[in-house]
C-alpha cells in the first residue's frame, strides 16, 4: 500500500485536491491541497476528528465498520459551513479508509468565502461546471434586471413627458 499512497499523493495536488487519506486510528495520512485550502491549515498526523463532523455515517469510527470497500459519505469540516460529499474506499488490509470528497457549493458567493476559487477544482470537476453554469446564469439575470430597470426609467421618463406635453397642448381657456 506504501506504493499506492505514493501514487495517491501525487494526484492529490492535480486530480484528486480534496482527497483524504486516514489510518484506522483516525490519523490523516494524506490530505489534498484544496482540502488544506479549505481547512486553513495542514493537518497530517492530526485526528480526523478533530477537524470533520461527519453525518452520514454518523462518525468516523462507523466509517471503518462498513463492511462493503465502498461507502457514500456526507461531512462537514467543524467551525465550517462548508459540506463535503464523496465516498469513502475501505482498505481493510492496509486499514486505511481513503475519503475522495467535492466540496458542495450552490454559487460563486459561498465558493470565494469559503478561500476556493474554480480553478482549485479539476477541470472535469462536476462541482467547477456547475458553478460556472450557476454563475452564468445569474449574469444573465443580473444584466436582464439591469435592462428592465432601464425600460421601467425609460417608462416613467416617457409618461412624465407626456403629462407634459398634455398640460402644454391645453388650450388657454382650460390650462389654468
Known amino acids: 500500500m506504501d506504493s499506492q499512497l505514493k501514487n495517491i499523493d501525487r494526484l492529490k495536488d492535480t486530480i484528486l485536491p480534496f482527497l483524504l487519506a486516514v489510518g484506522f486510528n483516525g490519523k490523516v495520512m494524506s490530505i489534498g491541497k484544496g482540502l488544506i485550502k479549505l ?6 498526523y492530526n485526528h480526523v476528528d478533530d477537524y470533520f463532523n461527519f ?5 468516523f469510527n462507523d466509517c471503518i465498520k462498513i463492511t462493503n ?6 461531512t462537514n469540516i467543524k467551525n465550517k459551513t462548508t459540506v463535503l460529499k464523496g465516498n469513502a ?13 467535492v466540496p458542495i457549493f450552490t454559487d460563486q458567493d459561498t465558493l470565494s468565502t469559503s478561500g476556493l ?4 477544482f479539476p477541470e472535469n470537476s ?9 454563475e452564468s446564469k445569474r449574469s444573465g439575470i443580473e444584466e436582464a434586471n439591469k435592462i428592465i430597470a432601464n425600460f421601467q426609467k425609460q417608462n416613467k421618463d416617457l409618461q412624465k413627458s407626456y ?13 389654468p
Do not use: Q
Open 55 to 59: 453525518s452520514h455515517p454518523n462518525s
Open 39 to 44: 481547512i486553513g491549515e495542514d493537518i497530517h
Open 89 to 101: 474506499h475501505i482498505y481493510n488490509k492496509e486499514r486505511i479508509i481513503l475519503f475522495l470528497f
Open 163 to 175: 403629462s407634459e406635453v398634455e398640460n402644454i397642448s391645453r388650450l388657454p381657456s382650460e390650462n
Open 69 to 74: 470497500e465502498n461507502k457514500l459519505i456526507r
Open 117 to 120: 476559487t474554480l480553478s482549485d
Open 126 to 134: 462536476v462541482m467547477a461546471e456547475y458553478l460556472f453554469l450557476i
